[in-house]
């Protein structure tokens, strides 16, 4: 089969495909074929040796890919051979075949395509635990996501707003105002302003959790907020 290897960290431009010798599914595992592999921020750490879980090399990065599944481990009776999957694959996912835990893997409803499914895989699986299972986050609170115009932002824009909580989207360009607010935002906040985080966009309502999406300057300044319960 073809898949992307990686011998040495580095950038993305150094990725090359090369043939490689087709998994097998061991004891409770699937074989999935591979129709579409998303490329998020995560999967260039680990090709470049900077996220905080890297596996052995030689490895096929790759998480979340979607397919079919083509075969079947012992003793596993779902998903089924045919079923159109969402794969939660580590890695792996850059190849034409992955082999993975059949509890991993989620059969897709009809309307949805292989596309769709890839590209929702690990930004709203992100999302939800950092609203859900780390912030807590409950209706009525305030959530301030920063970066809301990135996948991980604008879903979690829409799953907060979703959960009942009102939602404040940093941006840092004025010109995705709109398309925040239109993810479900309630108010728009501009991190370029010096007064960015006065008690205009907030309504005079206690901040309850802050999502930060990627390291920046207005960190400290938003865990100073009354009512910060903490950052994710």
Same mark, same amino acid.
């Given at each position: 089969?073809?898949?992307?290897?990686?011998?040495?960290?580095?950038?993305?431009?150094?990725?090359? %495909? @090369?043939?490689?010798?087709?998994?097998? =599914?061991?004891?409770?595992?699937?074989?999935?074929?591979?129709?579409?592999?998303?490329?998020?921020?995560?999967?260039?750490?680990?090709?470049?040796?900077?996220?905080?879980?890297?596996?052995?090399?030689?490895? %096929?990065?790759?998480?979340?890919?979607?397919?079919?599944?083509? +075969? *079947?481990? =012992?003793?596993?009776?779902?998903?089924?051979?045919?079923?159109?999957?969402? /794969?939660?694959?580590?890695?792996?996912?850059?190849?034409?075949?992955?082999?993975?835990?059949?509890?991993?893997?989620?059969?897709?409803?009809?309307?949805?395509?292989?596309?769709?499914?890839?590209?929702?895989?690990?930004?709203?699986?992100? $999302?939800?635990?950092?609203?859900?299972? @780390?912030?807590? *986050?409950?209706?009525?609170?305030?959530? *301030?996501?920063?970066?809301?115009?990135? !996948?991980? !932002?604008?879903?979690?824009?829409?799953? $907060? @707003?979703?959960?009942? /909580?009102?939602?404040?989207?940093?941006?840092?360009?004025?010109?995705? +105002?709109?398309?925040? @607010?239109?993810? !479900?935002?309630?108010?728009? %906040?501009?991190?370029?302003?010096?007064?960015?985080?006065?008690?205009?966009?907030?309504?005079? +309502?206690?901040?309850?959790?802050?999502?930060?999406?990627? $390291?920046?300057?207005?960190?400290?300044?938003?865990?100073?907020?009354?009512?910060?319960?903490?950052?994710?």
């Amino acid at each position: 089969m073809r898949a992307i290897v990686v011998d040495e960290f580095g950038p993305p431009e150094r990725l090359r %495909i @090369r043939e490689m010798p087709a998994p097998r =599914p061991g004891p409770s595992e699937v074989l999935v074929e591979v129709y579409m592999a998303p490329v998020n921020y995560v999967d260039l750490l680990v090709v470049g040796g900077t996220y905080q879980s890297l596996p052995a090399r030689p490895f %096929i990065p790759g998480k979340g890919p979607a397919g079919v599944v083509s +075969a *079947l481990g =012992p003793d596993v009776t779902a998903p089924r051979i045919g079923d159109r999957v969402l /794969a939660m694959a580590e890695e792996g996912g850059y190849a034409e075949f992955v082999a993975l835990g059949a509890d991993q893997c989620y059969c897709l409803p009809p309307r949805m395509s292989f596309l769709e499914a890839a590209s929702l895989s690990l930004v709203y699986d992100t $999302a939800w635990v950092a609203l859900r299972e @780390r912030a807590r *986050l409950a209706p009525g609170e305030t959530v *301030l996501v920063l970066g809301a115009f990135g !996948g991980i !932002g604008r879903a979690s824009v829409q799953l $907060a @707003r979703a959960m009942g /909580a009102r939602v404040l989207a940093g941006i840092s360009r004025p010109e995705k +105002a709109a398309l925040a @607010r239109q993810a !479900g935002a309630d108010a728009v %906040i501009d991190l370029r302003c010096a007064n960015r985080f006065g008690p205009q966009p907030t309504g005079g +309502a206690l901040m309850s959790s802050l999502i930060r999406l990627a $390291a920046t300057c207005s960190t400290p300044r938003c865990v100073r907020l009354p009512g910060a319960a903490g950052w994710w």
